[in-house]
């Protein structure tokens, strides 16, 4: 027994959410100093950050097997129950659940705790209303305290995953259940976090956080949360009802359920918990537990199990009989043989260890070393030949471990790489070795080592908690789930310079102009439901972006036309409408995107106008000849022959081949071509023509508005400023001549150039230098003379008396314009 075995003893005894912990927190920093032993790792660390925050960091310890912040002037500890240091003298001792002593596996490091641990003014045991004749057989002199719990926790039945309530914990007793059901919760209600005894502190931490702070609606975990890990759950729900303990898969007990069961409500909150699925095979509690749990009433303990927590160390053999002997009193069972004891017998076989251990320092530094907990669940024979080399090290040289072996290993540990499984099998080995480089004598620089297996360990938990985010929660499905009936202004949107939309830092779609594009990542299953969530979320932005473009400079504004697509008119890049012919070819309609039919009807008006107004105002201006065109077109004081030809070249864009005007043309008297010129027409030899029409900006627009009037898609147009192109054109302002086709304006000049060139009928050589700078091809050009009314004879080209503006595929001469043959010209009037 404790020096301070006659210092009183309290044990604050009841059902989970009773406040018990909380109690003994605020008596220890009552006192000058204290010790706290809890069954966790997590739960130390949650409590420590507690107490920091109202003593300091300079005077409050964590101890646990992996980390250890041990500050000079520390008064109060924070530890797990297998770490405490009971040689120190402080006012205030307690250990929390208590019960803990009836588990086979650590039931006896809690039982020694119960019977040595005390402090010099106060000791408290904490642990469920079950541990009462043990602690009144054990402890006589304690005072025993009941603790009511604060809230009304109550069976809810059996619910499949997909209805469960919100703020749920959904409980499993594997890894591989955990994930299961976490998965099924991501698809169904936008995922879980994630919370397990293997997970380090800080990852752990992550996933609660996302909890609390409502980012998902549930949780799944081990029944590790039974243990003190406070979290606001409404309801927990068992995945199963049996769990494997390390030697069989048995049926949970009675208390094992309540443990779990009591993580719901908080505080005076009421809880529920149940099943999942349906009352029926291995989930479903029986009647009498219900009752039980429901009513806090659980069978007493009758036993708890022991194992002498200060052994005798004078020799292996006697160590090994200490550890194995039977407890004295009727209460305590022989523990079962843990791990370490299992490891120390394995290695006692080996006769170096014997050779090694004829002290009793080295006798304690052997059973330290067996001490090494087997995070990786390997089992004692493969975690005794860890350990053995371990204790190699220790008992020759300096007693060290091997600086270059410890580096080795933490090093092929260093790396974020791999999925959730990969990463939690990091961590569980870099457990391992911060285990060892927090024995204070265990490393050459334990401080240099314990660093640096912490930063090890923290990176890895990062990536493990980004991993276990990216698997197991769709942030999207959690938005639209906690959309519904949610205030429109109650998560903030942000709208990215780039269109990117967010709810809540979430990326949900793209506001290209005001049409929404939903996240092409997006579930299919959730497309209508973004675009709902866009709507009601997207209204200001998209009055605003209205508004704007009601006022908007011409700047703004651009006509698009790419091929094979309609006209689109768009402002600052984004599509607001297309267009649809109108009574001439000159007034096209402005036709709004659907896109916004969701402005009200007075921003839409102002919209419609103010498009139309610089449709009209852009084409009056860019295409001024051919406005002049049709308004002589439609003149009645123009002669009745010349509006002829004027009418069809203004629905034809302003170039038309002859073809189609002869009979006009033929018509047409000196007044009347003189007035064709006033207008600015080239009267060609195969085409008619404005020459400003066939500049580049008023080409595309008159390709956009023949388009646009003819019901179709904007046409494959030539590069701004191209005379020549490689490819039959689709546009008349190129003539198309044997797989080639020549703007119309050098159509004429070569023409001009060829009846320059001749002398009378007799035959010349016209100069190549223009068709060649031109790049057109000896085909092209004796298709282009033939059209225009010459034949080939032999060896020259003769005139025919009349130009051939259509010609059917014939003969034709190969070779280009340097190899033909002298041109015979004559002239044909």
């Known amino acids: ?71 000079d002037k520390a008064r109060w500890f924070l530890c797990t129950a297998e770490s405490m240091p009971l040689d120190r003298d402080v006012a205030f001792m307690a250990i929390d659940e208590a019960q803990l002593g009836a588990d086979p596996e650590r039931g006896h490091v809690f039982t020694d705790r119960l019977l040595r641990a005390r402090g010099r003014e106060e000791t408290m045991i904490l642990g469920s209303e079950s541990l009462k004749p043990m602690v009144r057989t054990l402890v006589p002199d304690a005072e025993i305290i009941g603790r009511p719990r604060f809230s009304t926790l109550s069976y809810a039945g059996a619910k499949k995953l997909s209805r469960l309530p919100k703020r749920s914990a959904i409980v499993a007793f594997s890894a591989e259940e955990v994930y299961a059901v976490a998965e099924m919760l991501r698809r169904l209600r936008g995922g879980a976090a994630v919370v397990m005894g293997a997970l380090s502190p800080r990852t752990r931490n992550a996933q609660v956080a996302m909890f609390q702070a409502g980012e998902v609606d549930y949780l799944v975990a081990t029944d590790a949360i039974g243990m003190g890990l406070n979290m606001d759950v409404a309801h927990v729900a068992f995945a199963g009802l049996r769990k494997f303990d390390g030697r069989r898969r048995r049926r949970l007990t009675l208390a094992e359920m309540a443990q779990i069961a009591g993580r719901a409500g908080r505080h005076q909150r009421d809880g529920t918990f149940g099943t999942l699925g349906a009352d029926d095979g291995g989930i479903s509690f029986t009647p009498e537990e219900i009752e039980r749990i429901e009513n806090h009433r659980f069978p007493p303990l009758d036993h708890l199990f022991w194992r002498d927590g200060a052994p005798d160390l004078s020799s292996l053999d006697g160590l090994v009989a200490a550890l194995e002997a039977r407890p004295g009193s009727p209460v305590l069972r022989a523990a079962p043989q843990a791990v370490d004891l299992a490891v120390l017998k394995r290695l006692a076989e080996e006769g170096w260890v014997r050779e090694r251990t004829v002290r009793p320092q080295m006798v304690a530094r052997l059973w330290a070393a067996c001490g090494l907990p087997d995070f990786r669940k390997t089992g004692a ?265 004027l009418v069809p070249l203004a629905e034809a864009g302003g170039v038309i081949g002859r073809s189609a005007v002869d009979a006009p043309l033929a018509a047409l008297d000196k007044d009347a071509r003189h007035q064709a010129r006033r207008l600015g027409l080239t009267i060609g030899t195969l085409d008619i023509f404005h020459p400003l029409l066939i500049k580049p900006e008023a080409m595309r627009w008159r390709a956009a508005l023949v388009a646009v009037r003819a019901g179709g898609l904007v046409p494959a147009l030539p590069v701004p400023g191209a005379a020549m192109l490689t490819h039959a054109s689709a546009i008349p302002d190129f003539r198309t001549l044997e797989g080639q086709a020549l703007r119309v304006d050098l159509v004429e000049r070569i023409a001009r150039a060829a009846h320059e060139a001749r002398d009378g009928r007799r035959p010349f050589t016209p100069d190549p230098s223009l068709a060649i700078s031109l790049g057109l091809s000896g085909d092209a050009l004796a298709r282009l003379m033939r059209l225009l009314g010459f034949e080939a004879r032999a060896d020259a080209w003769a005139w025919r008396g009349r130009v051939r503006r259509r010609e059917p595929a014939a003969t034709r001469t190969d070779g280009h314009f340097a190899g033909l043959a002298e041109l015979v010209l004559a002239h044909g009037r």
């Open 381 to 645: 024979e493969h975690h005794a030949r860890l350990v053995g080399r371990v204790f190699r090290h220790l008992s020759e040289g300096q007693g060290h471990v091997a600086v270059h072996w410890f580096a080795d290993e933490i090093a092929r540990l260093d790396t974020v790489q791999g999925d959730v499984e990969t990463l939690s099998g990091r961590i569980a080995s870099v457990r391992t070795w911060a285990y060892i480089a927090h024995r204070a004598d265990w490393l050459a620089d334990p401080q240099h080592w314990a660093e640096r297996t912490r930063a090890i360990e923290e990176r890895l938990s990062d990536a493990l908690h980004a991993a276990l985010t990216q698997r197991f929660v769709d942030r999207r499905t959690t938005l639209l789930m906690r959309e519904i009936g949610a205030d429109a202004h109650a998560m903030p949107v942000t709208i990215a310079e780039d269109g990117a939309v967010s709810v809540d830092d979430e990326m949900i779609g793209r506001l290209d102009g005001f049409r929404f594009e939903v996240a092409p990542d997006a579930r299919h299953a959730d497309r209508k439901k973004l675009l709902a969530m866009a709507e009601r979320r997207l209204g200001s932005e998209l009055r605003r972006r209205g508004e704007a473009l009601a006022a908007a400079e011409d700047a703004a504004f651009a006509l698009v036309t790419e091929p094979g697509a309609p006209v689109r008119l768009c402002w600052q890049a984004a599509a607001i409408g297309t267009l649809a012919g109108g009574r001439t070819l000159l007034s096209p309609r402005f036709v709004p995107d659907r896109a916004l039919a969701t402005l009200d009807e007075r921003t839409r008006r102002a919209i419609e106008t103010r498009a139309q107004a610089w449709l009209d105002t852009r084409i009056a201006r860019v295409l001024k000849p051919l406005a002049a065109i049709a308004a002589a077109a439609g003149n009645p004081a123009t002669p009745p022959p010349l509006r002829a030809l």
């Open 1 to 71: 027994m404790s020096r301070f075995a006659r210092s009183p003893v309290t044990a604050i005894l009841g059902p989970t959410n009773t406040g018990k912990t909380h109690l003994a927190v605020e008596r220890m920093c009552a006192h000058s100093s204290g010790i706290i032993g809890f069954p966790l790792r997590l739960l130390a660390r949650e409590v420590y950050e507690r107490v920091v925050a109202l003593k300091g960091p300079g005077e409050v310890a964590l101890i646990t097997g992996e980390e250890k912040i041990l500050p």
